[in-house]
């Protein structure tokens, strides 16, 4: 299992290649904006069309995740769907395989600003989840310690020798961790952004996902 260790609030994590966050204690794997249906969202109001693979892709890596790790809790992050329709249009083959993948494992739906609420798809839906000493919620609130979050789709752009990379990353400091978007067809904040600059404390580190996770210090 390819990932980078860290630790908040006590608490130690590992950022997986993937986009998702291994909580290896609680046997809790995070992941945060799957936006699944978002191919057909795109389509129906007028933009691209965009091959519709993107909720069977996503589903593929998280299985892969949940297969590696052997989790007993999954806490989805918010904006699982990326609308109301979306949810409502999942088809037959992919509820089932959600369900499949929810067999025998806790799992938590956390409310999104994308999201249409409780869906008929199993599981738990809350606005936020304690799990001392850490609390996982969609959208970071400063000030908070021990936090968990998404929503931003923070990226990361770093200059090689060669060229410049930029990948979805994970962003954490002393008190919290945002995570990177896990679905397929997801852009990205940059870290630069002040909407991530003023929640992240001076000395915040990046990990880069990706086949070899890789941790630098958060650009600004």
Not at 10 to 21: E, F, I
Not at 138 to 160: D, F, L, N, W
Not at 165 to 185: E, H, M, Q, W
Request: charged fraction near 20%; proline fraction near 6%; hydrophobic fraction near 40%.
């Amino acid at each position: 299992m390819n990932g980078v260790q860290f630790t908040i609030a006590g608490a130690t994590l590992t950022a997986l290649g993937s986009g998702a966050l291994w909580w290896a204690e609680q046997r809790l794997l995070v992941v945060s904006d799957l936006h699944l249906g978002k191919s057909s969202r795109i389509a129906r109001r007028g933009g691209s069309n965009l091959p519709p693979y993107e909720t069977r892709d996503t589903l593929i890596r998280l299985e892969n995740d949940l297969n590696g790790t052997n989790a007993a809790t999954i806490v989805c992050l918010g904006d699982s769907f990326d609308d109301l329709e979306a949810a409502e249009a999942i088809s037959q083959a992919d509820r089932l395989w959600i369900s499949r993948l929810q067999a025998g494992r806790r799992w938590v739906w956390i409310e999104g600003n994308h999201d249409p609420g409780p869906v008929d798809l199993g599981g738990t839906h809350l606005a936020e989840l304690p799990v001392a000493p850490l609390t996982f919620r969609h959208i970071a609130q400063s000030g908070k310690s021990g936090e968990v979050s998404g929503h931003y789709h923070p990226k990361v752009r770093v200059q090689t020798r060669l060229r410049a990379i930029s990948r979805p990353a994970f962003l954490f400091d002393s008190d919290r961790v945002i995570l990177p978007a896990f679905g397929t067809y997801t852009g990205g904040l940059r870290s630069t952004d002040a909407a991530l600059s003023d929640l992240m404390r001076p000395e915040a580190r990046a990990i880069l996902t990706g086949q070899t996770p890789r941790m630098v210090p958060m650009p600004r």
